[in-house]
């Protein structure tokens, strides 16, 4: 039976695809001849910039990517794997799923969800913690936001309490430059022994190579392509790009692919992500320098008439390919079947280092696997770069221009702007989000969202009667406010901040110095009003000795505790106001820099509150971050139980009101809602609070004792000898809370 019959191959046809001119004359000579219409889309989907990283590679390839634990750094298998020590390893990912987010948010979310766990169990590794990093327009003024925002979280929920893997953490930020294209980025941490891990290699000609777990279908054909333009009118139409999951196969997938893994069946495994089956055999083909044969009519589809060049880029979920040992072919099929999942030979590992495609007796497919793969045949791009022109107005802000808080002396002031920092969603509370996520499925999470600045996660093939329980810190951050000021700070910041929260949660993230094991570029967003923020977002990961012990949280404990602020020893920043959620939500402007940043200062920080966490003296601690000092007082009051609240009094030598006439303190809103890095808030038992100077001593860091933990229920600041601040806690609370309900039941 002969092939359906195909378009005619055109260099318009090409550029329909989304390939330059250059790059279809560089196909055409490299393969001697004009593609097949099968050909051109498997070059259109590997070239794109989703798939091969064309126009970023060059910049990522500068990245720090080597570290003594590292057991696979980025790009080398599915996930980046990192050594913890007894016998164990560790794998971890983030993505993003952006534009299907923005088009279909559930499917979008979802299926971004259940990738990124396919691209850890792939390794052999076991997911055990899932996180998120979200980005949407104004909450409270678009019912098109509000739309997207409950898509994309009940997409994640949905996915991730079906499958089995608890969210544990993530961060939702909201600003008018994500208002028409949202930014969704999931994660996923799973454990494996560092000897029993997988690889995504096709190797031995003569191999079976097996497709196994859900059929293919004509969903999210051309998916990597859609990823790869930006956001317009048009982009509803694309509807059909955006995948469906079902996480209840992908559970199913899961057992089996461990099973295995552990049985050693398998030369190679490969999740079916962007581009599919075209992704998976040519990058496999190319990793072990062999070429492969695919059948395209022997691939189970749940559509008829699907034609091979629909075959070879659907990307249906919960499919992956594997090249089995020889020998093992029943062993491998019997584990598939006993989870009532199919595993299918669809083709073999040759050694012409070719990926040939035949379909029912006809070659609509023969090319160099190398030649569209990352880092062989792929176009890399080295693109001009220049200063945008917005800095030199950003930059030229002059914070004197403003008026202070309580020029005339009024504490409402101080009242009035930190109840409405409370109330923005960026800061309130995301009880509404993490609330439709199963959190605590598998009993690992000891610490999950709230009052935390990090997830913890008890690693439980560790520890014993006498053994410490060892576990994992995770988290998820980034500020594109910051990078959009100032792109070079901005990146540092979020790396130092998602460190700095893992180090509050007691562990150790090997910080500043830490190794980028894996991860992606999602470019062109961009929708009909312009571009987003630029919004590097990073998921860190640390090691906690012992849960039992060193795990710490937000929350006040006890009344009588006294309130430390940790800083670096000439810490000099509290200054400015550049960048902040202050300045954009109290004053409408997001301008100025980014906060300073010292990589020395933050590590000497982060080493700090780690000393004091395992020394056992820290009851709770909170970085200081969006909204500054006061939000982070407020939190912790706010998540605290039993009535307690706090005193806390700023610059107590001077005592006489802050402002212009006297240059010996800061501005009033600059101290109390600025974003300075490297700080921390921290409690200790009165009858430790001795110990914190000893423990400190030569750090380079500077704990300075600035309040009390009261049974009084309320949050009152003094600043130069002056109360600004008497707030109870209900008065911060309800904001805090009801501010995301509120908005949502607006629609």
């Known amino acids: 039976m002969p092939v359906t019959r195909s378009p005619d191959v055109s260099l318009a046809l090409a550029e329909e695809h989304g390939l330059t001119e250059e790059e279809y004359d560089e196909i055409k000579e490299r393969l001697g001849r004009a593609p097949t219409f099968t050909e051109l889309g498997i070059y259109a989907v590997m070239w794109s910039e989703h798939?091969?990283?064309?126009?970023?590679?060059?910049?990522?390839?500068?990245?720090?990517?080597?570290?003594?634990?590292?057991?696979?750094?980025?790009?080398?298998?599915?996930?980046?794997?990192?050594?913890?020590?007894?016998?164990?390893?560790?794998?971890?990912?983030?993505?993003?799923?952006?534009?299907?987010?923005?088009?279909?948010?559930?499917?979008?979310?979802?299926?971004?969800?259940?990738?990124?766990?396919?691209?850890?169990?792939?390794?052999?590794?076991?997911?055990?913690?899932?996180?998120?990093?979200?980005?949407?327009?104004?909450?409270?003024?678009?019912?098109?936001?509000?739309?997207?925002?409950d898509g994309v979280v009940r997409g994640i929920s949905d996915y991730g309490n079906c499958f089995g893997v608890p969210t544990v953490a993530g961060e939702v930020v909201f600003d008018g430059a994500y208002e028409g294209n949202p930014l969704v980025n999931a994660m996923s941490v799973g454990v494996t022994g560092a000897d029993q891990t997988a690889s995504a290699v096709a190797k031995d000609p003569g191999s079976t190579v097996f497709i196994v777990g859900a059929?293919?279908?004509?969903?999210?054909?051309?998916?990597?392509?859609?990823?790869?333009?930006?956001?317009?009118?048009?982009?509803?139409?694309?509807?059909?790009?955006?995948?469906?999951?079902?996480?209840?196969?992908?559970?199913?997938?899961?057992?089996?692919?461990?099973?295995?893994?552990?049985?050693?069946?398998?030369?190679?495994?490969?999740?079916?992500?962007?581009?599919?089956?075209?992704?998976?055999?040519s990058e496999m083909s190319a990793a072990g320098g062999v070429g492969m044969t695919l059948f395209a009519e022997k691939v189970p589809t749940r559509e008829t008439g699907m034609t091979p060049y629909e075959i070879m880029l659907s990307e249906s979920q919960e499919r992956m390919l594997i090249v089995c040992k020889k020998g093992r072919e029943d062993e491998l099929r019997t584990i598939y079947e006993r989870w009532d999942l199919h595993a299918v030979p669809i083709g073999e590992v040759t050694d012409t280092g070719r990926l040939e495609v035949r379909f029912e007796g006809e070659t609509v497919a023969e090319l160099p696997a190398g030649h569209l793969v990352l880092g062989e045949g792929a176009p890399v791009y080295h693109r001009e770069s220049e200063r945008p022109a917005y800095l030199d107005e950003t930059r030229s802000f002059e914070l004197d221009a403003l008026p202070d808080l309580s020029a005339e002396g009024d504490p409402s002031d101080v009242t009035d702007a930190l109840t409405d920092l409370l109330a923005a969603p960026t800061i309130a509370s995301k009880r509404w989000v993490y609330e439709q996520y199963d959190t605590m499925v598998r009993t690992g999470t000891v610490q999950g969202p709230g009052p935390s600045d990090a997830a913890v996660i008890r690693l439980k093939e560790t520890g014993g009667e006498n053994e410490a329980d060892r576990g994992l810190a995770v988290k998820t951050d980034g500020n594109g406010r910051y990078v959009y000021l100032n792109p070079r700070r901005g990146g540092q910041i979020a790396v130092a901040e998602a460190a700095r929260n893992v180090a509050c949660a007691g562990a150790e993230p090997r910080a500043l110095s830490t190794p980028v094991t894996g991860g992606n570029v999602s470019f062109y967003n961009e929708h009909p009003e312009g571009a987003v923020y630029p919004t590097p977002v990073i998921g860190m990961l640390g090691l906690v000795d012992d849960v039992r012990a060193h795990t710490t949280s937000a929350a006040f404990e006890q009344a009588g505790d006294v309130i430390w602020l940790l800083t670096p020893e000439a810490w000099r920043h509290a200054r400015g106001l550049g960048g902040s959620e202050y300045l954009a939500r109290c004053r409408g402007r997001t301008t100025g820099d980014a906060p300073p940043l010292d990589l020395g200062e933050e590590r000497a920080v982060q080493g700090a509150i780690l000393a004091l966490i395992r020394g056992g003296y820290v009851k709770s601690a909170h970085d200081v971050s969006g909204g500054g000092l006061a939000v982070a007082l407020a939190e912790s009051v706010i998540f605290s139980e039993g009535g307690l609240g706090a005193t806390v009094e700023l610059f107590p030598e001077e005592k006489q009101p802050s402002g212009p006439g006297n240059a010996a303190l800061p501005r009033l809103d600059a101290l109390l809602f600025g974003e300075a890095q490297s700080r921390i808030v921290f409690t200790t038992g009165r009858a430790d609070a001795e110990m914190v100077g000893d423990v400190l001593a030569g750090r380079g860091v500077r704990a300075q004792a600035v309040g009390e933990v009261t049974g009084e229920g309320a949050l009152r600041l003094d600043v130069g000898g002056d109360r600004v601040l008497d707030a109870g806690r209900e008065a911060l609370a309800t904001p805090y809370e009801e501010a995301i309900p509120q908005a949502v039941d607006a629609s």
């Open 215 to 281: 059929d293919t279908g004509r969903d999210g054909i051309h998916g990597a392509t859609f990823a790869s333009e930006e956001i317009n009118e048009e982009s509803e139409e694309r509807r059909p790009s955006v995948q469906v999951g079902d996480p209840f196969t992908e559970k199913l997938l899961l057992e089996a692919t461990l099973e295995a893994v552990e049985a050693e069946v398998a030369h190679g495994i490969q999740d079916m992500g962007a581009a599919g089956i075209t992704c998976s055999s």
């Open 51 to 149: 798939c091969s990283y064309k126009n970023s590679i060059a910049v990522i390839r500068d990245l720090p990517q080597e570290g003594e634990a590292i057991l696979a750094g980025a790009g080398e298998e599915n996930a980046g794997l990192v050594d913890i020590g007894g016998g164990q390893a560790v794998a971890f990912k983030i993505e993003s799923h952006n534009h299907p987010s923005a088009v279909e948010p559930h499917e979008g979310a979802a299926t971004g969800v259940g990738g990124i766990h396919r691209d850890i169990f792939t390794m052999g590794a076991r997911p055990i913690a899932a996180l998120d990093s979200l980005r949407f327009g104004e909450l409270e003024e678009s019912p098109r936001v509000r739309y997207l925002f």
